[in-house]
């Protein structure tokens, strides 16, 4: 057809580097979160475990998978960042990627930070998941961040068009 141009394929090289990025990138957040996670948890502060300060180690299981989630879902926010910045040219597989990235991200901040001393799981200090649904944090907030960006697009270029 006249005047009809087709837009021109993303370079397989730069859909590999993108995927790279998103699955290793992820993983590499993840050792760091896992070392975050664990040296916040440990002994968790005032402000991790909520006022007034109860000086039970009842509160330290909240409080380990609170902050494993939001510490996670930061990462996950910037990981939807780069699929919706980034992955434009191949949208699908760049959100398989981020959400593949970001379960196994979880799961090494979960064994990082679980093999941290001290190891021991009947130890009061030692840090550990206690609510397994947490692992999923990561990958749910890569989803809903690229799933309520791209139907905000969507409806606004649906309502501006003529």
């Given at each position: 057809?006249?005047?009809?141009?087709?837009?021109?394929?993303?370079?397989?090289?730069?859909?590999?580097?993108?995927?790279?990025?998103?699955?290793?990138?992820?993983?590499?957040?993840?050792?760091?979160?896992?070392?975050l996670?664990?040296a916040?948890?440990?002994?968790?502060?005032?402000?991790?475990?909520?006022?007034?300060v109860?000086?039970?180690?009842?509160?330290?299981?909240?409080?380990?998978?609170?902050?494993?989630?939001?510490?996670?879902?930061?990462?996950?926010?910037?990981?939807?960042?780069?699929?919706?910045?980034?992955?434009?040219?191949?949208?699908?597989?760049?959100?398989?990627?981020?959400?593949?990235?970001?379960?196994?991200?979880?799961?090494?901040?979960?064994?990082?930070g679980?093999?941290?001393?001290p190891?021991?799981?009947?130890?009061?200090?030692?840090?550990?998941?206690?609510?397994?649904?947490?692992?999923?944090?990561?990958?749910?907030?890569?989803?809903a961040?690229?799933?309520?960006?791209?139907?905000?697009?969507a409806?606004?270029?649906?309502?501006?068009?003529?």
């Amino acid at each position: 057809m006249p005047g009809v141009t087709a837009a021109p394929a993303p370079a397989p090289v730069a859909g590999r580097r993108l995927g790279v990025v998103l699955l290793f990138g992820q993983a590499l957040a993840g050792l760091a979160v896992g070392v975050l996670w664990w040296a916040l948890t440990r002994h968790p502060a005032p402000w991790v475990v909520g006022e007034p300060v109860v000086t039970s180690s009842a509160v330290y299981p909240i409080a380990r998978d609170g902050v494993f989630a939001v510490l996670t879902g930061l990462v996950g926010l910037a990981a939807a960042g780069v699929v919706l910045t980034r992955g434009r040219g191949r949208p699908v597989p760049a959100l398989g990627t981020a959400l593949a990235g970001a379960l196994a991200s979880a799961l090494l901040a979960l064994g990082v930070g679980g093999s941290l001393p001290p190891s021991d799981p009947g130890d009061v200090a030692h840090v550990t998941v206690h609510a397994g649904i947490v692992l999923l944090v990561q990958p749910f907030v890569v989803a809903a961040a690229v799933a309520l960006v791209t139907l905000v697009d969507a409806l606004w270029h649906w309502a501006r068009t003529d």
